[in-house]
């Protein structure tokens, strides 16, 4: 989520559409499975697959 105004910003998109980018980074973070062992990460390929239908 830190990087999502950067990306945002990349990408020239609106407030709105930023907002939109945030909720889609969060529902394509992925959990471990243990929750305990590792860090949340992020689908980059399928992040940038939806970002691209956004325009």
Same mark, same amino acid.
């Given at each position: 989520?830190?990087? &999502?105004?950067? $990306?945002?910003?990349?990408?020239?998109?609106?407030?709105?559409?930023t907002q939109?980018?945030?909720?889609? =980074? &969060?529902?394509?973070?992925?959990r #471990? =499975?243990l929750?305990? %062992?590792g860090? #949340?990460? $992020?689908n980059?390929? %399928?992040?940038? =697959?939806?970002?691209d239908k956004?325009?």
């Amino acid at each position: 989520m830190m990087q &999502a105004p950067r $990306v945002a910003a990349a990408r020239g998109f609106s407030q709105e559409r930023t907002q939109r980018l945030q909720e889609l =980074i &969060a529902n394509l973070t992925e959990r #471990p =499975i243990l929750r305990f %062992m590792g860090e #949340p990460v $992020v689908n980059v390929l %399928m992040l940038n =697959i939806h970002v691209d239908k956004m325009r």
